[in-house]
């Protein structure tokens, strides 16, 4: 089982130390986060750092953040891109534009793209993680209803797109979702034919999430621009730091990885557990490690590198840490 870290794409994180660390502790690859507003500011310390990976035989993924805002996007992040093209931004069912771009638009599509190939390029990365690709929803209100989604629309069923959220409608978004992930893979593609395309499954998505256009597990793994899935894994809110069992952990772990496993071993794929980590003992990070290998998951992507080394605890627990990764390491 491989073991990764994710950290932000920043001149404090993008240095030698860090890297230093990253292999100190057994890590076999890096999953760097890409912010649209700061690509281009950051991109020589991003180019040396991925060449500094590529050195000592870590892994590097990108995974980036906003771009449109179809990607999962931290808050206060305006893309740049909806700035100059605001008519590329998705319309609600109301037919209120959203302060996201849709993803149908051509030319949201060919900078998109474009963007990508540029972030591959810079980092020499050996994939990308696209973090919870979506379309609006909220409360019942739902998106896109702009022209190119309407001329989808009615290219598929002969008829105009209904107001209603009917089955056709989440059908049409769907593909559409599926559509943009192929487009993004053919992008990294053209500069790294081995890249891979990771998707970042919103929570709850291993079972059904009717709304936001990545509904099914099994439509993700069918489509030829995807080579593995990654779901977030996180106590939920009814557990406190007091009342944490162990078996707990255990049973979401395998509540949100099983229902895809099988699936995508059987199409080649893998699926990966995107954990958020701390070196609190609560948070039994390391039971949970011991336990996805057992469970025979391909990968775990720790998503907190800062809660995680700069916890006062995590000293105490470095060698732990370091035995588990070593562990998961040999049973490759």
């Not at 209603?164 to 943009?180: A, G, K, M, P």
Request: proline letters at 6%; charged letters at 25%; hydrophobic letters at 40%.
């Amino acid at each position: 089982m491989r073991v990764g870290v994710c950290i932000p794409g920043d001149r404090e994180h993008a240095t030698a130390d860090t890297l230093a660390l990253i292999g100190d502790c057994g890590f076999s690859s890096v999953f760097i986060e890409c912010r649209e507003d700061t690509q281009d500011a950051v991109g020589l310390e991003l180019a040396e750092f991925g060449r500094q990976c590529r050195r000592a035989g870590v892994e590097c993924y990108a995974v980036p953040r906003g771009y449109g805002g179809v990607l999962a996007t931290p808050p206060g992040l305006r893309s740049s891109f909806l700035q100059l093209l605001p008519s590329a931004r998705q319309i609600d069912s109301r037919g209120r534009p959203i302060d996201r771009a849709c993803p149908n638009d051509p030319d949201f599509l060919d900078w998109f793209a474009a963007r990508m190939a540029d972030l591959a390029e810079l980092l020499a990365c050996d994939g990308f993680v696209w973090d919870e690709p979506s379309l609006f929803y909220s409360r019942g209100v739902w998106a896109c209803r702009c022209l190119h989604c309407q001329r989808v629309y009615e290219s598929e069923y002969d008829e105009e797109m209904p107001a209603e959220l009917t089955y056709r409608v989440l059908n049409v978004r769907q593909r559409s979702i599926i559509i943009f992930l192929l487009a993004a893979a053919a992008a990294i593609k053209r500069v790294n034919r081995h890249g891979r395309s990771l998707v970042l499954a919103a929570p709850g998505m291993a079972h059904e999430q009717l709304h936001i256009g990545t509904d099914y597990l099994t439509r993700l793994l069918d489509s030829s621009g995807v080579d593995g899935v990654a779901v977030r894994v996180d106590w939920p809110v009814p557990y406190t730091a007091a009342d944490r069992p162990r078996s707990a952990m255990e049973d979401i772990v395998a509540g949100m990885a099983r229902p895809g496993l099988m699936e995508a071993e059987a199409r080649g794929k893998e699926v990966y557990i995107w954990l958020r980590s701390t070196a609190r003992p609560q948070d039994r990070l390391i039971e949970t490690l011991q336990f996805a290998l057992r469970l025979g998951i391909p990968g775990v992507v720790l998503a907190d590198y800062d809660a995680l080394t700069k916890d006062p605890a995590f000293g105490s627990m470095r060698p732990r840490l370091l035995a588990t990764v070593a562990a998961a390491a040999s049973a490759e």
